[in-house]
């Protein structure tokens, strides 16, 4: 199956930035699209951003202007730049990736979660 590792995460104040890298491996064919999830305690998860094979992105309307989500291809590895972070973007992020295996399967994957911690 298809492993991902996320990193990056961590405690830094309001207004502040992170830097979220999640890279993919294993028997990979085509990635069809990777993006961010996150959960706070008590919430649901939910979709930060998201990327897709043709490299348009959509992102959740409370990080519009603060996140961007970007690529490389040829690591198989997806990015989330995080400016200007709230309070309320305290979440452990999750990446997730979907796509096809060499064996001609398909597959969804999960990482095992970065913490992101805004507080002053």
């Known amino acids: 199956q298809v492993q991902l590792v996320e990193s990056g995460g961590g405690l830094v104040q309001p207004g502040g930035s992170l830097r979220l890298s999640c890279a993919a491996s294993?028997?990979?064919?085509?990635?069809?699209?990777m993006g961010w999830y996150r959960q706070a305690p008590g919430k649901q998860r939910e979709l930060v951003a998201a990327?897709?094979?043709?490299?348009?992105?959509n992102y959740a309307d409370s990080v519009k202007g603060r996140f961007t989500i970007s690529r490389n291809n040829a690591k198989n590895t997806v990015y989330l730049q995080m400016n200007s972070l709230k309070p309320e973007d305290t979440a452990v992020y999750y990446c997730?990736?979907?796509?096809?295996?060499?064996?001609?399967?398909?597959?969804?994957?999960w990482g095992q979660g970065t913490q992101v911690t805004v507080s002053s």
């Open positions: 997730n990736a979907d796509g096809s295996l060499r064996s001609g399967g398909v597959f969804n994957s």
């Open positions: 294993g028997s990979i064919f085509r990635i069809d699209a």
């Open positions: 990327i897709i094979s043709g490299g348009s992105t």
